[in-house]
């Protein structure tokens, strides 16, 4: 290997970049691991609010409890608090509280199952939006539906706009109707930066016992062009460094890419982390990754003098009505982690085009003020009683130039399949060898979207350069 030459170079240190380096570097493989921010962990960000409560600004869930292969690892490691917060759900609309006798969930289950139908009946090239999709089901079945189902039910789907993090408008029906996920969430209490962290000492002893299999992390290291070498055979990174703006060159045999997709597909190179290929990637891939979107679920965590909500309840919704700024406009999920901390704390899960709104606000007054009448309309207190919080802290993912919101969403019309594919068996790019690798929680179909699925990524693409390597030794 030649003088500041790396066999792997990873691009980003999420816990797909980790993962994959831990994987070479207990092969005896080296890597190199270049990081636009700085800090490590990506998407896995636990911060503290002042009075020192751990709140993730990225992660909380364990999803997919099932299959998730990190959950038995973490469980019995015991570094990992975890709470199933799948209790007692209830939901609120402008009549107050609704009455299960009412019947709303079991319509939303069929209104599921209506769409699942509906992919197996339109042509592959049909989509239409979650809100399409209800309506129909609405119009079909209207003779065995209360005037009440009618009128709410289809505000409880918009459940969905708290898991995917874009509006009912824009999603996808299909990301419902092929939904992959399997079994519960467990939410992490004491921050997902425990699972990282448990991840990165595991690199460290990995990198130090191996004779050949290095590891170093670069922080503060944004890349901005990938090229080809022809005449070494070798890929060459082109980096700045955020706090000095000098830039620097690497070069290896390999490349993990594990950026958000979001950040992939940009093609304005004034763009912040926007990055240039040379020679370009392909055209199949360029124009797969402009009908790939990225969502925009946001949170707000509201720390109180003392609890005034129902302390019974795991969950608490808000469904929508209409426009910004009042937050009865929008659906808002609450997560009483009051229940697990036994600390006056709320987390408000919320989605576009509220999200960008409330990550835009510096003045705490304003966020309070779009979530006050949700507030007095989940505990029926007035809103003049809901007490002032000591302190409101938000995500800030829609603006975060490494993130530019949170993570691969179906929206409508988009060809998300097209993209994943390639990604996961890239051809064509620089010689053509396979030497560029994709991974990341947006190159997944196991655990599309989540932790553990870019995990799962990670450890696939440093298991095919592993067999690469090994391939190429004997
Ligand atoms: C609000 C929110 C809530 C979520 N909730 C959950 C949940 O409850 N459960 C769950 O499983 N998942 C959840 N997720 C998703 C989960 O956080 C991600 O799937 C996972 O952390 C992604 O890991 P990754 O390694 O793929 O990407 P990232 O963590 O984003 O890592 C990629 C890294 O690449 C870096 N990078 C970007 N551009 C460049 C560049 N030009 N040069 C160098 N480096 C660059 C970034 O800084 C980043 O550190 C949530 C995400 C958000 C935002």
Partial sequence: MGKG??????IGAGISGIKA???????????????????LGGRLCTEQMESGLSVDMGASWFHDCYTNPLLKKYWESGKVDFHFDDGKFSYFNEEGLVDENKRLEPVAKE??????????????????????????????KKWCLTDYQLKHVPQLVRYFEMWIGSSWEILSARTIATDKHKGRD???????????NGELEELVKAAKLSSQGGCSIKLNSVVYKIEWDAKKREIVVHSKNSLTNKSEQFRSNFLVFTAPLSVLKLTDLKEEGAIEWTPPLPPTLRNSLDKVSFSNLGKVFFEFP???????????????????????????????LAKPTQKPLL???????????????????????????????????????????????????SADPYARGSYTGVTVRDDYEVALEYLMNPTGIFDGSGRVRFAGEGVTDDGNGCAHGA????????????????KAKF
Avoid at 324 to 333: A, E, F, Q, V, W
Avoid at 455 to 467: C, H, N, P, Q, T
């Fill in 455 to 470: 995990w799962v990524s990670g450890a696939r693409e440093a298991e095919y350069i592993k067999r690469v390597v090994n």
């Fill in 5 to 10: 030459k790396t066999e792997v170079i990873v």
């Fill in 306 to 336: 003392e609890t005034f909500w129902n302390l019974e309840d795991d969950r608490i919704l808000s469904l929508a009505r209409g426009k910004i700024p009042n937050g009865l406009d929008y659906t808002i999920l609450f997560l009483n």
């Fill in 347 to 397: 987390l408000a899960l919320i989605s576009s085009p509220l999200t960008q709104y409330i990550e835009q606000q510096e003045s705490q007054e304003v966020i309070f003020e779009v979530f006050k009448p949700v507030l007095s309309r989940i505990t029926n207190l007035k809103a003049s009683e809901i007490p002032k919080p000591l302190q409101i802290k938000t995500s800030k993912w």
């Fill in 186 to 196: 467990a939410m992490v209490m004491n921050g997902y930066s425990t699972v990282y």
């Fill in 21 to 39: 380096s831990l994987d070479l570097a207990n092969a005896g493989i080296s890597s190199l691991v270049l990081e636009s921010r700085g800090r």
């Fill in 111 to 140: 209104i599921e199952l209506f769409m699942e139908d509906l992919y197996t009946k339109i042509p592959a090239d049909k989509d239409i939006s979650i809100k399409e999709a209800v309506y129909q089901y609405l119009k079909d």
